[in-house]
């Protein structure tokens, strides 16, 4: 009899209780996660999430610049969220923790890359990506998107993503650094748009801005007319997501 043809032995009743039980304790652990970051992190709104590579090394012109963006956030009242590790997330907590507004962290466990950076005023550890995923959109009046790899393109599309289908509010996404994204944005526009994967006013949803001083007001501009709480249906909404 062949490899494929070979018939698997059913498991053992006992591995699949004990198997079982596992799964059921995992469910308890990743509640007890979003349980503990909604009940820490309450107070901190209104926040800008800011996310780019923890690659990026402190003599970098972009940490340097993320540095200064957050700096200016604070001051101007707003907490700042980053994934709490090195590089452009590092940056982002130190702008924030000589500021006026609180520095948070949301810091992941990971094999390798995740260092917990020393400039967080609250500090939130996960162990599901996807719980501190949505700390990240549940606590967020925008989101800042400096340069980075596949974890930043990650949080960039996610975001797009719950906006474009109605599964979270509409909130400024500010990619930082036009040269850095001008290749995807023209994919974008050349490619999912041209061919009908998304709408040419989903472009809308997205802004390049370069200066500090620019991010802060484009922001407090989004929201002049309404304020930072969100609006019932907003709420309605961060419950579904």
Known sequence: MSEKEKIPLPAEPGATKFATSQ?????FGIMSEF????????????????????RTLPDSPYYQLTETIARQLSDAGFSVISGGGPGIMEAANKGAFFGRSPSVGLNIQLPHEQVTNGYQDISQTF????????MFVRFASAYVVMPGGFGTLDELLEALTLIQTGKSAKIPIILVHEPFWRGLIDWFRSTLVSE????????????VIDKPEEIVEAIFRHYETRGFAPLAAEHEMLLNL
């Open 23 to 27: 799964e059921a304790w995992r469910v």
């Open 35 to 54: 349980v503990e970051a909604a009940q820490r992190l309450t107070e901190i709104t209104p926040a800008v999430s800011i996310f780019g590579s923890a």
């Open 127 to 134: 162990r599901h990506f996807f719980a501190r995923k949505y």
């Open 196 to 207: 009908g994967m998304i709408a040419p006013e989903d472009l809308d949803l997205i802004q």
